[in-house]
C-alpha cells in the first residue's frame, strides 16, 4: 500500500498522482480518438514488487489514469507467466491500477476481446521472437496497433519495447522461434535496443556501441533507440523525451546520448506508419 511508504516517497506519489488526475480530466486522449501515448523501457524496470523508484513517476503519468489494463505476457516461457503477472499486479498495484489481467488466462477470443476492452497495454520482457511470433500468429499485432494508434496508452519493457519499434533487429536475443518477418508494431519509427551498458561499463558500452554500428552498415535507413535498464522514453502529446535513465539514439555515422527532458523529434515522426 502507498500508505506503507516513508514520507517522502508517499508525498512524490500523491503529488504526482494529483497531477495525472487533473491531466486526466483536461487532456489525456481518448481511445475513441487521441494522439499515440508510448512508453519504452530499457527493462529491469522492476525492484522486488513495486517499479524502481526512478521510473514509477512516469510509470504512472502513462498508466495512471488507466481503468482497465491489459498484460501481454507472450516473451515470457508458459511455466513463468503466472510468476510474472503477479509481480506486475504488484507493481501497477502500487500505482492504483486495481484491473489489471493478462491475456494469457483467457483463451484466444477471450485475448482479443480483452485488447479491445483495455483502456492501457503493457508488454512484458522476455523472449522477442516468442512475443513477436504470437502476436503475429493471433492476429493481436494488429489489434495492439490499432488501439495505441486510437490513443490507449501503451507501453513495453525489453522484449516488450522491441516490438513497439519498426522491426526487431537489435534485440539482444536469440531467435528461438520463428516469426512471419521481423516488421514489429512500428509505433516509434525506430528499432528498439534494450539493456544497452551505460558509459561506466566502458568496454561493454564499446561492444554494444559498435555492434550496433555494424547493424546500421547493413541497414542504413533506420536508426536505433538504445536504452540503459531501468530508463524510459515517453512518447506524448506528440512529443517523445526521455523521461528517466540514460538513453541513445544511432544512426549511420552518427549517434549521441539522449539528454532527460529535452524532446527527441526523430522518435515522434510517422508513428505506426513504418509497420505498414
Known amino acids: 500500500m502507498v500508505t506503507d511508504l516513508p514520507l517522502p516517497r508517499r508525498t512524490f506519489l500523491a503529488a504526482t498522482a494529483a497531477a495525472v488526475a487533473v491531466r486526466a480530466r483536461s487532456a489525456a486522449p481518448s481511445a475513441a480518438g487521441g494522439a499515440p501515448s508510448i512508453l519504452v523501457a530499457g527493462g529491469s524496470m522492476i525492484r522486488g514488487s513495486r517499479f524502481a523508484l526512478s521510473i514509477e513517476g512516469v510509470m504512472h503519468a502513462h498508466f495512471g489514469a488507466v481503468r482497465r489494463l ?7 516461457h508458459p511455466s513463468e507467466r503466472d510468476a510474472m503477472d503477479a509481480r506486475l499486479q504488484a507493481a501497477f498495484g502500487e500505482l492504483g491500477l486495481r484491473a489489471v489481467q493478462s491475456l ?79 516488421e514489429a508494431l512500428g509505433l516509434l519509427p525506430v528499432t528498439i535496443n534494450p539493456h544497452h551498458p551505460p558509459p561506466s561499463k566502458e568496454t561493454d558500452f564499446r561492444l554494444r556501441a559498435g555492434k ?30 526521455l523521461a528517466a535513465g540514460q538513453g541513445w539514439l544511432y544512426e549511420v555515422g552518427r549517434d549521441r546520448e539522449l539528454v532527460a527532458g529535452e524532446p527527441v523529434p526523430e522518435l515522434a515522426a510517422a508513428s505506426g506508419a513504418a509497420a505498414r
Open 212 to 241: 550496433i554500428r555494424g547493424y546500421l552498415r547493413f541497414n542504413p535507413g533506420e536508426r536505433v533507440l538504445a536504452l540503459a535498464d531501468a530508463s524510459v522514453v515517453r512518447l506524448h502529446a506528440g512529443t517523445a523525451r
Open 104 to 182: 494469457h488466462r483467457r483463451d484466444a477470443p477471450g485475448a482479443l476481446a480483452l485488447l479491445r476492452e483495455a483502456d492501457g497495454i503493457f508488454l512484458g520482457g522476455g523472449e522477442t521472437f516468442v512475443l513477436l511470433g504470437e502476436l503475429q500468429r493471433t492476429g493481436q499485432l494488429e489489434l495492439i496497433r490499432e488501439r495505441a494508434l486510437a490513443g490507449v496508452p501503451c507501453g513495453g519493457s525489453s522484449a516488450g519495447a522491441n516490438v513497439i519499434g519498426r522491426r526487431i533487429g537489435t534485440t539482444n536475443d536469440f531467435p528461438v522461434a520463428d516469426v512471419a518477418s521481423r
Open 70 to 76: 491489459a498484460l501481454v505476457l507472450h516473451a515470457t
